[in-house]
C-alpha cells in the first residue's frame, strides 16, 4: 500500500481516510456479509487454582489413621500386659501426670491389674475411674495377638457433677417435703394417727398411740430416741400385700401383745414394705427391719441349712414372759428378696449362741413372686431372724442372681454368665455336677463392674447330659450357687438368660433356640399383674430381645414363654 495515506491506529483497527468531497458515490453490490466476533477476559483470580489428585494409596491411608490418635481431643493410650506405657497421644498428656506415670513408665494401681484382667479374659470392658480431680469414663480394649490393651479415655467430670448436683437437689427437696412429728407422750382416748404423705415424716420424739395406727402412703422413721410405740389395745390398718405400702422405717415398739392373737409389724426400709407377724406371741416387742447383709452378726449355720439371707434381716427384742407357742412369719417378695425360686425351700432362721439356727417352716403363703414363711414354734430367745435356704443345688434365696448358659460352637463348649449383685465378686468357680461329687472346671477372677462373662472350653464332652453351675466367691468369702445348667447333647432345648444392663447399653433377654420356631410369651411384676404379651419368631442360635418395649418401670419382672415342646421357661429381669 505504498503512497497510501492512513489515519491514526485504534482498538477497533486501522482507520480508513474519508473519501474525498467530490468523489462519486457508489452504491456497493447486494451481498450477504458473515462476521465472528470473539472476546477474551482474563479470570485466574477468580477460579481456584487446580487440586492434584488426591494420594488413596495405602501408605497415604496408614498416616492418615495413624494422625486420627494424634489430633484426638480424649486420651489414647496403649499399655503392655504390665502395665508399661507403650502409646499416649497428646491430649492424654495431663492424664498421665495425674495418675503418676509417664510414656515407657508403668501405670500404678489399680490400673496394673485392670490391664492384665482385660488381656486375661479377653472382653473389652469399660469404667468410671477418678483420676486427681477429674471423673473419666475409660475403656479397656484388648489386642490379643499383641498381648496389649488399648485405653480411652473421655473426661466427664461435668456431667458427673451435674449428676451428683441433681441428686442432691432431689435429696433436699424431698427432705425439705418430708414432715416432723413433734408430739411427744401419750395420746388419750379414741384418736387415730393416719399416715398420708407420700414424702413421709420422721419421728422428732417418743409417741404412744393408743387406739389406731393407719398407714396410707408415705414411710414413718422412726429411731431408739424418738420411737414410735403402740399401746395394747392399739391396731394397725395398712395394706401388707402391697410391697411398695406404707410402713415404718427405724424400730416400732408394740406393747402387751396378746397371745390368743396375731400382731403384724409393717417395718422396711427405703426398698419397701418388709413386715413380720408374731403368732401367739405374750409381752412387749420391739421389730426393726434390716437391709444389711446377716453375716455382720456371724457367718455359722447349723446343719440342716444350706445358706441364709445376704441382705436383710428382722431385730426383734422382747420384754416379759414368752408363749413357748409363738411363732415368727416373714415377708418375702422377689424383687427385694433377691428372686424366690421355690418358696418349698425356704426356712426361718434365728441367730443364737453365735450360729443361724434352724427356726423351721410350717407353712408357706403365696408363691415364688411374693409370700411369707411361717417358723416352727420357737421360744424367742434369738434376737434376730432371716430367711434361709434348706437346698445347696439350686437356690430357692438367689440373692446375688447368677444365670449360667452353655451351647457349643465350632464343637467346643461356650460357658456364658451373667450376675446381678450389689455385692463386690471376688471370684467365680465353673463346676460341672457329678451324682456325687463337683469337679472344678476352672476358676475365674472377678472383673470390676463386670457383669457378663464368656469363656470358650478346651475339652470336648461326650453325648449325653452334663450339668453345670457357677459358683461366686464375695469380697468376705461367702460362697453363692447360680442355678444349675443342664447342657444336653441329644435333646437341645430352648435357654433363656437375662444380659443385664452396661456401659450405657440396655439390658436384654437372651433366648437361644435350636430350631426356627413361634411361640408366645408374657411379662408379669412382682405383683402378679400381667404387663405385657405377644408372640416371637425365634431362630438357630440366641436372639436378644429389648425390654424398653413394654415401657416398664423401676423394679423386678419376670418374662415367661413355651417352647417347641410345650415347657415353660422363665426369667426374672430388672431393665434398670
Known amino acids: 500500500m505504498d503512497g497510501v495515506k492512513t489515519g491514526p491506529q485504534s482498538a477497533d483497527g486501522p482507520r480508513l481516510p474519508p473519501p474525498a468531497a ?22 485466574s483470580a477468580r477460579k481456584p487454582a487446580i487440586r492434584p489428585r488426591q494420594d488413596d494409596s495405602p501408605q497415604q491411608k496408614l498416616r492418615m489413621l495413624a494422625r486420627l490418635a494424634e489430633e484426638s481431643p480424649n486420651v ?7 502395665g508399661t506405657v507403650l502409646y499416649a497421644n497428646p491430649a492424654a498428656a495431663h492424664f498421665l501426670v495425674a495418675c503418676g506415670a509417664a510414656e515407657g513408665q508403668r501405670v500404678p494401681a489399680p490400673w496394673g491389674d485392670l490391664v492384665r484382667e482385660t488381656c486375661d479374659f ?27 490393651v488399648n485405653v480411652y479415655a473421655v473426661e466427664i467430670t ?59 402412703q408415705g414411710v414413718i422413721r422412726s429411731s431408739a430416741a424418738s420411737m414410735l410405740i403402740l399401746d395394747s389395745h392399739c391396731r394397725v390398718l395398712a395394706d401388707s400385700s ?34 413380720m407377724e408374731l403368732k401367739q406371741a405374750k409381752g412387749d416387742y420391739t421389730v426393726e427391719y434390716k437391709r444389711e447383709n446377716p453375716a455382720v452378726l456371724g457367718r455359722n449355720i447349723s446343719s440342716g441349712l444350706a445358706h441364709i439371707s445376704t441382705v436383710e434381716y428382722w431385730k426383734v ?7 413357748p407357742y409363738t411363732r415368727i412369719e416373714l415377708s418375702f417378695a422377689s424383687d427385694q428378696s433377691g428372686g424366690v425360686t421355690d418358696p418349698q425351700y425356704l426356712h426361718i432362721a434365728g441367730f443364737l449362741d453365735d450360729q443361724w439356727q434352724d427356726a423351721g417352716q410350717s407353712l408357706f403363703t403365696g408363691n415364688w413372686q411374693q409370700g411369707a414363711v411361717v417358723s416352727d414354734t420357737t421360744d424367742m430367745s434369738p434376737a434376730f431372724f432371716t430367711l434361709a435356704s434348706t437346698v445347696d443345688l439350686e ?97 437341645k432345648e430352648g435357654k433363656l438368660f437375662w444380659v443385664p444392663a452396661m456401659a450405657g447399653r440396655q439390658g436384654l433377654l437372651a433366648i437361644q433356640s435350636q430350631t426356627k420356631t413361634e411361640t408366645s410369651y408374657e411379662v408379669f411384676s412382682s405383683g402378679g399383674k400381667k404387663m405385657a404379651e405377644g408372640t416371637l419368631h425365634l431362630g438357630e ?5 429389648a425390654t424398653d418395649q413394654w415401657r416398664l418401670k423401676r423394679g423386678w419382672f419376670l418374662f415367661t414363654m413355651l417352647d417347641k415342646k410345650g415347657i415353660r421357661l422363665s426369667q426374672w429381669f430388672n431393665p434398670d
Open 317 to 323: 427384742d422382747h420384754v416379759g414372759l414368752v408363749n
Open 158 to 216: 461435668r456431667r458427673r457433677r451435674a449428676e451428683d448436683a441433681a441428686r442432691e437437689a432431689s435429696r433436699k427437696l424431698l427432705r425439705s417435703l418430708e414432715q416432723t412429728i413433734a408430739m411427744a407422750g401419750l395420746i388419750q382416748g379414741q384418736t387415730g394417727f393416719r399416715m398420708n404423705n407420700i414424702h413421709g415424716a420422721r419421728m422428732s420424739l417418743p409417741l404412744i398411740l393408743p387406739w389406731r395406727l393407719e398407714l396410707k
Open 541 to 545: 442360635g440366641i436372639v436378644y430381645l
Open 395 to 491: 437356690n430357692p434365696l438367689p440373692l446375688v442372681s447368677i444365670n449360667l448358659i452353655v451351647y457349643e460352637e465350632n464343637e467346643l463348649p461356650v460357658y456364658e454368665w451373667t450376675v446381678d449383685t450389689d455385692l463386690k465378686p471376688k471370684n467365680f468357680d465353673l463346676y460341672e455336677l457329678k451324682t456325687d461329687t463337683a469337679i472344678l472346671i476352672r476358676r475365674f477372677g472377678a472383673l470390676q463392674g463386670s457383669r457378663r462373662y464368656t469363656w470358650i472350653g478346651d475339652k470336648l464332652f461326650p453325648r449325653g447330659r452334663h450339668y453345670f453351675q457357677i459358683r461366686m466367691i464375695d469380697a468376705d468369702n461367702v460362697i453363692t450357687m447360680g442355678k444349675i445348667f443342664l447342657f444336653d447333647q441329644q435333646q
Open 122 to 148: 479377653g472382653m473389652v470392658r469399660s469404667e468410671e475411674i477418678e483420676v486427681g480431680a477429674a471423673f473419666y469414663d475409660v475403656t479397656f480394649a484388648p489386642v490379643t495377638e499383641e498381648r496389649c
Open 22 to 43: 467530490d468523489a462519486p458515490v457508489r452504491q456497493p453490490p447486494q451481498q450477504v456479509v458473515s462476521a465472528l466476533l470473539a472476546t477474551m477476559e482474563d479470570i
Open 242 to 275: 402391697n410391697i411398695m405400702g406404707s410402713h415404718v422405717k427405724g424400730p416400732l415398739r408394740k406393747r402387751c401383745v396378746e397371745d390368743s392373737g396375731n400382731f403384724l409389724f409393717p417395718v422396711g426400709d427405703e426398698s419397701g414394705l418388709r413386715w
Open 76 to 82: 489414647v493410650l496403649r499399655l503392655d500386659i504390665e
